[in-house]
């Protein structure tokens, strides 16, 4: 008796996750509503060639509600994400674009969130630096407009359609920070000096027992 309870409580847990997976699968990047939000995204350093640092370059972000949006009523946050360009997914499928939005993976890092405020009407902007364990890549943001079941209803972003205009690059931090080398010598160091006491320790007590 015991185990048919059992077996029942696993089927309705496993049926609560598929209907909850379910509703969340119904979310659509293709049902947005599309420009609803226009953003820009202007590099600290600009030029052909030019390739900014994480953890040190920033972006300029400027947004505002399009005068065409229709859902602006829905909107109670705007969440604005770095995401990658189609040259930055080649094959990386952890980077692949999904219509669904749960499985969506092309824009994972997060740049700011925000209460949506009906009453600014103005084009409104911020700084961003870029975070330090951003991978290399090609970029561009997008901003989404979420309501308060926090179910994106509708987007803008920073580059076309095809996603090849006002695209950037980013460098990763290579090697270990400096901070962390003066820490390793540190660490060596006392390392060494402990072992040395441990030895000399030791040999004393050794001595020590020999004359006994």
């Known amino acids: 008796m015991a185990i048919k309870k059992l077996l029942f409580a696993s089927l309705l847990i496993c049926s609560m996750i598929q209907s909850s997976h379910g509703a969340t699968k119904e979310r659509l990047f293709t049902d947005l509503e599309k420009g609803a939000l226009e953003i820009t995204a202007t590099p600290s350093r600009t030029g ?7 953890g040190i370059d920033k972006l300029s972000i400027t947004w505002k509600v399009s005068s065409t949006a229709t859902k602006e009523p829905e909107f109670k ?29 092309s824009c994972p890092h997060k740049i700011s969130s925000f209460s949506y405020d009906p009453t600014v009407k103005t084009a409104q902007s911020f700084d961003y630096t870029l ?3 951003i991978p290399t890549g090609t970029y561009y943001v997008r901003a989404y407009a979420v309501d308060a079941k926090d179910h994106e209803v509708a987007f803008g972003q920073s580059t076309n359609q095809d996603k ?25 160091v006392f390392s060494v000096v402990a072992l040395l006491v441990f030895f000399v320790n030791e040999k004393r007590k050794a001595k020590i027992e020999q004359s006994k």
């Open 131 to 133: 975070e330090r364990d």
């Open 164 to 188: 090849t205009t006002n695209l950037f690059s980013v460098q990763a931090i290579s090697g270990r920070h400096k901070s962390l080398d003066i820490a390793s010598v540190c660490f060596s």
């Open 77 to 105: 946050t705007i969440k604005v994400k770095l995401c990658y360009a189609p040259i930055s997914q080649v094959d990386r499928p952890w980077r692949k674009t999904e219509n669904e939005l749960f499985k969506d993976k």
């Open 48 to 54: 052909e060639g030019v390739v900014l640092a994480a």
